[in-house]
């Protein structure tokens, strides 16, 4: 499948779902969509992932060229910006599939959904969630999988890369493990997943316990993709609903170097992290025994790799525990720790 990827005055820092698709997807991504960065190429910016030309708006690629065009970014609120429409627009009327993850859903717009009937495309909103979930009955950790799951001191902190990377990692090591998807990139990269940040909050444990029973005994290790922080102050909820629902054997911390404020809420200051491992361990008591057996941090703020792994060894002092920067650095430590520990 050929794609495009929508990334308008966001790429590459502040996309992280076209970054993840990119970097993980099974696809053939023809172009990404800026009008910031139009004639260079994604090379130009990230070296480590799949390249493509960086244009304009979809009016520079040919009708044929594409199969789907992606969101991969997506607003504080994940709402849709106006200045979206005519690239979707045009799109649909070259016979593109959309495939989108924001909480505004493109097939309950009237134009898009004309446009889309009108020449036999599909629209698809992944951060709708399946219509029959339910309260989680507390049975995730009877599965034979370990569970391994993904937390973090903030958002977009790499939980979901993390996770990806991980995964794949283990399994190139000869282990069987699976990614449990629980965000709209995640869920475009694996091809399944409940979206839980758009379910009914009494329904957010179950939606990751139905995932959980729905591969612990294929396994041997899931590693749940994580999502917001539990000290942040619009996304807490979700976190903390993950958390219950995967009764995970154990948790990785994820982090950037040198973030000091929660993002877009400045005015909140991260806690040090020791509280944090407090915070998750004491959280997770009441339903598993789980412990911040490892860390991650993003490294990508700091160009000196000698200045990076200098903030990697900081980080496991700080946790106690082995940590890893896992683009910049191997997971050897990581691993051996989640997996044989």
Not at 209 to 228: A, S, T
Not at 249 to 266: M, R, S, W
Not at 269 to 274: I, K, Q, T
Request: charged share 25%.
């Amino acid at each position: 499948m050929a794609i495009a990827i929508l990334a308008h005055e966001k790429f590459p820092h502040r996309a992280k779902t076209a970054l993840g698709v990119l970097r993980y997807g099974d696809y053939d991504v023809a172009a990404v969509l800026d009008r910031d960065n139009a004639g260079k190429r994604v090379a130009d910016f990230v070296p480590d992932v799949q390249d493509a030309p960086i244009v304009a708006g979809t009016d520079d690629l040919e009708r044929d060229e594409i199969d789907t065009l992606l969101i991969g970014i997506s607003p504080i609120g994940g709402e849709f910006d106006e200045s979206w429409r005519e690239d979707v627009e045009t799109a649909l009327e070259y016979g593109c599939d959309i495939v989108s993850g924001l909480h505004y859903f493109l097939a309950e717009d009237e134009e898009f959904a004309r446009l889309a009937e009108e020449h036999g495309c599909e629209l698809r909103d992944v951060r709708k969630p399946p219509e029959d979930l339910t309260v989680s009955e507390g049975v995730a950790g009877e599965v034979d999988a370990e569970v391994i799951l993904t937390v973090g001191t903030d958002c977009s902190t790499g939980k979901m890369t993390t996770t990806m990377e991980l995964a794949r990692n283990a399994r190139d090591a000869g282990y069987d493990a699976a990614v449990i998807p629980t965000g709209q990139t995640g869920i475009m990269i694996e091809g399944w997943g409940n979206p839980i940040d758009r379910v009914v909050s009494d329904f957010t444990a179950g939606a990751v316990e139905e995932m959980i029973l729905e591969k612990g005994d294929e396994h041997d290790y899931l590693f749940v993709e994580g999502q917001g922080s539990i000290v942040h102050p619009a996304y807490s909820a979700v976190t903390c609903g993950i958390l219950h629902g995967a009764m995970p054997d154990k948790l990785v911390l994820c982090h950037n170097a040198g973030q000091e404020a929660i993002h877009g809420y400045e005015s909140f200051e991260l806690p040090a992290v020791s509280t944090y491992v407090d915070l998750y361990e004491s959280l997770s008591a009441p339903v598993s025994d789980a412990e911040i057996a490892a860390g991650a941090i993003n490294t990508s703020s700091l160009e000196d790799d000698d200045a990076a792994a200098d903030a990697v060894a900081e980080y496991a002092d700080e946790l106690d525990a082995p940590a890893t920067d896992v683009i910049r650095f191997d997971t050897d430590d990581v691993l051996e720790a989640l997996l044989e520990g």
